[in-house]
T-cell receptor, first 113, second 118 residues
Framework: TQLLEQSPQFLSIQEGENLTVYCNSS?????LQWYRQEPGEGPVLLVT?????EVKKLKRLTFQFGDARKDSSLHITAAQPGDTGLYLC?????????????FGQGTILTVHP | GAVVSQHPSWVICKSGTSVKIECRSL??????MFWYRQFPKQSLMLMAT?????????EQGVEKDKFLINHASLTLSTLTVTSAHPEDSSFYIC??????????????FGAGSRLTVL
């Protein structure tokens, strides 16, 4: 089983602070995705990273895929209360079909006004 | 964009009854659908992979006779929780893989179905 270790599991910060969430594995992935999920809703895709060392930006969110494609990070600059939610990294287990995903444990982010 | 609809969004049932959850792709044909289970403040755990017209493939530890999956058409997959018990209470989420009219592969998640078994 290819595990995705996500940290931290919980993060409680004040509005305006920066934060980083990590997603690590001993396995190499062809791609990795980050999702955000709000209570009572399904996960919503934020980004897909494919190339080792790749950096993608989505407004105040910066995603990086490790050079060896075993790890990834999500950095949020100047967090806002609207960023509150469950952040999940996910990747397709080796040799499986597109769409079958293994999820990390998730990071519950709370941004206080 | 591609949309996946789940119904019902929440359901409460008595212990021992069966509950059916539907997952529909609204604007594309979903050749494969995936069913996940999520406990409060936890991540998603894949339960099974459903391919249209064939039997579902269940993950290790998931009882196929307990969680019946049917994918009879390219736009609909159903998950039936049979003889539900309180420990089956959870948030069930489906995702669908297919090709919409735009032509690119898509993987879209439904909004989830909250099951509470009394």
């Amino acid at each position: 089983t290819q595990l995705l270790e996500q940290s931290p599991q919980f993060l409680s910060i004040q509005e305006g602070e920066n934060l980083t969430v990590y997603c690590n594995s001993s396995s190499v992935f062809s791609s990795l995705q980050w999702y955000r999920q709000e209570p009572g809703e399904g996960p919503v895709l934020l980004v897909t990273v494919v190339t080792g060392g790749e950096v993608k930006k989505l407004k105040r969110l910066t995603f990086q895929f490790g050079d060896a494609r075993k790890d990834s990070s999500l950095h949020i600059t100047a967090a806002q209360p609207g960023d509150t939610g469950l952040y999940l990294c996910a990747a397709p287990p080796g040799g499986t079909s597109y769409g079958k995903l293994t999820f990390g444990q998730g990071t519950i982010l709370t941004v206080h006004p | 964009g591609a949309v996946v609809s789940q119904h019902p969004s929440w359901v409460i049932c008595k212990s021992g009854t069966s509950v059916k959850i539907e997952c529909r792709s609204l604007d594309f044909q979903a050749t494969t659908m995936f069913w996940y289970r999520q406990f409060p403040k936890q991540s998603l755990m894949l339960m099974a992979t459903s391919n249209e017209g064939s039997k579902a493939t269940y993950e290790q530890g998931v009882e196929k006779d307990k969680f019946l999956i049917n994918h009879a058409s390219l736009t609909l997959s159903t998950l039936t929780v049979t003889s539900a018990h309180p420990e089956d209470s959870s948030f069930y989420i489906c995702s669908a893989r297919g090709i919409p009219f735009s032509g690119a592969n898509v993987l879209t998640f439904g909004a989830g179905s909250r099951l509470t078994v009394l």
